[in-house]
């Protein structure tokens, strides 16, 4: 099982980004998915998680600008960033909780980079 992330990339403050994660493999169900990200010296931090229903939770600091979602055809998951300020800058990592042979385990995403800046 892999999780390849994708739309990552500079953008000025106040622009938009739209990050895409896809999951591929041996799947039989994906519960839920989930993006959080890492800034330079700091820990990697939960920005959103979105059930197989749709049901979602958001950081305080993203919550009415970051939009999380879910196609559970494609097994993809995506965040649409709006209004991004300078300290969204962070690698950001796609998660996904997955029943595989039987158990569940968690898959992580290689990261991509999201830079704001003027």
């Known amino acids: 099982v892999q999780l390849q992330a994708s739309g990552g990339g500079l953008v000025q403050p106040g622009g938009s980004l739209r990050l895409s994660c896809a999951a591929s493999g041996s799947i039989l169900w994906i519960d839920d998915m989930g993006w959080y990200r890492q800034a330079p010296g700091k820990l990697r931090d939960l920005v959103a998680t979105i059930s197989p229903t749709g049901s979602t939770n958001y950081a305080d600091s993203v919550k009415d600008r970051f939009t999380i979602s879910r196609d559970n055809a494609k097994n993809t998951v995506y965040l649409q960033m709006n209004a991004l300020k300078p300290e969204d800058t962070a690698v950001y990592y796609c998660?996904?909780?997955?029943?595989?042979?039987?158990?569940?385990?968690?898959?992580w995403g290689q990261g991509t980079q999201v830079t704001v800046s003027s």
């Open positions: 998660h996904a909780r997955i029943y595989v042979k039987g158990v569940y385990a968690d898959y």
